[in-house]
């Protein structure tokens, strides 16, 4: 009896020795929303949907020294590009249940779960000019709008910026009329809205995870991609393409989320801090685009100069916006009743700014 009171008697001890170590390693949760500690400096976990030296490693890389600067290292910020912890779908579900506090998506990847914002994904309704589409999304009352509901389940949006306007890459035939998309197999993300978007073109769309478009193209399960020119260079996509049209058809509308429980958690002090670094961070993020947008377009040029950049016409554009006019009127159908109110509000945005 004596002997397994005292085996008990250990095996309590072990367990409280084990918690305290733990704790002290990091399995602290009284920050809120899972943060964790490191000795005297707290963590917060940033993950993103692009891989390194993209445009969001370099904001979530500012970002995350802005935080260690303005808190005089008392934050540290990690930061976990797409693929280290999972694909995006798997990060946008971290970042709702707390694994994660911070994330950097695209507004097409929380499509699933927000219809309303395919509102964004319409063609031919943002401004061609960056700068112009910047102020739409931080300043417009479509985004506003989208905050609120993102709020609603745990999400609290730090900041929205811009990606660049979208172009047609194409492995097939050069892209300068509708009737060039007829038949053409257009990757894009899931989406009932993008879809119809390209249907509209007479093209197929089809569906296709982000890190398989390169091998997609290559094998010609796709012809074509979508995608802003710094991500043609960054993912690679150029060297299986043969023709990329400028086409600046779509806005790749991009937002930095936190996680509601973390937020609501952090000091006012903290929270002050985080609204200083955001007006760091806009003009920061608009300069960085356009010069990644530069950089990555000489460097498309100057590795496959075989590759043919399209120019389109007016009149060639105005008949891809004439084709795509029929899809606003779907807007209901694929986004709800709440996804034509946030496109009214984003006309209403674009007027705005574009003035």
């Known amino acids: 009896m004596k002997k397994k009171f005292l085996a008990l008697a250990m095996i309590l001890m072990l367990t409280v020795v084990m918690a305290v170590v733990f704790t002290s390693c990091g399995g602290d949760d009284s920050n809120g929303g899972g943060v964790e500690t490191e000795g005297d400096v707290t963590v917060w976990k940033l993950a993103h949907s692009e891989s390194t030296d993209t445009m969001y490693d370099r904001y979530a890389h500012k970002f995350a020294d802005l935080v260690e600067e303005k808190s005089d290292g008392r934050i540290q910020v990690d930061i976990y590009p797409v693929g280290s912890l999972g694909d995006t779908a798997s990060q946008v579900e971290m970042l709702m249940n707390g694994s994660i506090q911070l994330g950097i998506f695209a507004s097409s990847d929380v499509g699933d779960l927000f219809p309303a914002v395919q509102a964004l994904s319409l063609n031919f309704v943002f401004s061609d000019d960056n700068a112009v589409n910047a102020q739409i999304l931080t300043e417009g009352k ?75 193209l290559q094998l010609g399960t796709v012809d074509g991609t979508e995608q802003p020119m710094n991500a043609m260079e960054e993912m690679k996509f150029y060297e299986v393409l043969d023709y990329i049209t400028m086409s600046n058809h779509a806005q790749m509308a991009s937002f930095m989320s936190m996680n509601g429980d973390f937020y609501n958690s952090l000091s006012d002090e903290d929270k002050a801090m985080l609204e200083e670094i955001k007006e760091e961070l806009r003009p920061f993020g608009l300069e960085t685009l356009e010069t990644l947008l530069q950089e990555k377009t000489d460097i498309i040029l100057e590795t496959k100069p075989e ?49």
Do not use: H
């Open 142 to 216: 479509a985004t506003a709008a989208l905050d609120e509901m993102f709020a609603e389940r745990n999400l609290v949006t730090y900041d929205w910026f811009t990606l660049g306007n979208m172009q047609w890459g194409s492995a097939t035939v050069p892209i300068r009329t509708v009737d060039d998309f007829d038949g053409f197999k257009m990757r894009i993300m899931s989406s009932p809205l993008l879809s119809a978007n390209y249907e509209a073109f007479g093209a197929t769309p089809t569906p296709l995870a982000f890190t398989e478009t390169y091998s997609g």
């Open 307 to 355: 590759l043919e950049i399209i120019e389109l016409t007016d009149e060639e554009r105005q008949a891809f916006i004439d084709a795509s006019m029929p899809v606003r009127d779907q807007i209901e159908e694929f986004a709800g009743e709440e996804g034509r109110e946030i496109f009214n509000l984003l006309l209403e945005d674009v007027e705005t700014y574009s003035n």
